[in-house]
């Protein structure tokens, strides 16, 4: 494989908000030549595709104001500091469906935004699903959308669900569903 | 449905840099409480599945600054003002790769980002794929990886592929060629 590796020469931090850390660092390029990489600094999140005891998958809907629309999701939330992403897991899933989880298995890592964020993504699947109450974040607002699989997957289809992190993790449901996959941790 | 939407109250831009364009706004929740919403202003990206006569998929091999990592992707690029994302996908799909696409179909849009970015993603198949010469961006290495699709769909089990674009464009081929989606146009 080519040598492909970009250098950090210097770091500044250009933004820092409620919610977003921006930097810009200049990095020397493989060929030597410098350039400039602007990016977010993220702290990770975890994402969750919960299974009913329906075996529906329970979707949510929640407006996204970046995009200007409601979006179908699947719960997910960033890690808070020092949290084990297994701990963001419980409580994400608990604020934004009142849901908790009696099995979880891991199944991969992704990277949503590879140009300009470090944030990477735990995807977790969340069964033996027991009903309590959510308590949200107090901007939150969350509706819940019981759907099974083969519907989910429709809407994929159809460009109705359009979130990476959802149409990612019902793809991997499918796979596993389908025998063709298994968890990697079995 | 509930009523989920945030209205906007201001925006400014807190920064413009080289790449990003970073918002924050101040918006009214469903509540009437009053809440921030940080996010990037992104112009648009076009991804591209590229299938070779031989069927492999054209994967790439790119280091990724944000990431401090080498990432297997699919070729995609941001739209430039006042481009169609076709004439995007024609552009990008030379810088990358060098070859040239006789037959194109539009699969679906997808966002990457939904929590802090406006962008949203074209996504393609490019087929009938004639070599040419790649003349990239100066400041981008890339390099050329023909993938068997099982094998590349192996390479997201065990988590070789974490890139979210190729995910979700090496998923949307292997349901198109088990003849169980179909394009939307057609």
Known sequence: ??????????????????????????VSLPDGAVSTRE??????AVVIVPVLPSEEILLIHQFRYPMGISEIEIPAGKIDQGERPEETLHRELKEETGYRAERTTFLTEIHPCIGYS?????????????????GGDEDEFIELMPTPLEEALKMIMYGQITDVKAIIGLFWVDKVRRGEWQPRDL
């Open 1 to 26: 494989m080519k040598e492909l590796t970009e250098s950090k020469l210097s770091s500044k931090q250009v933004f820092s908000g409620r919610l977003l850390d921006v930097r810009s660092d200049e």
């Open 39 to 44: 990016y977010i600094r993220h702290p990770g």
């Open 118 to 134: 470090d944030e990477k993504m735990w995807l977790y699947l969340a069964e033996d699903l027991k009903e309590g109450t959510s």
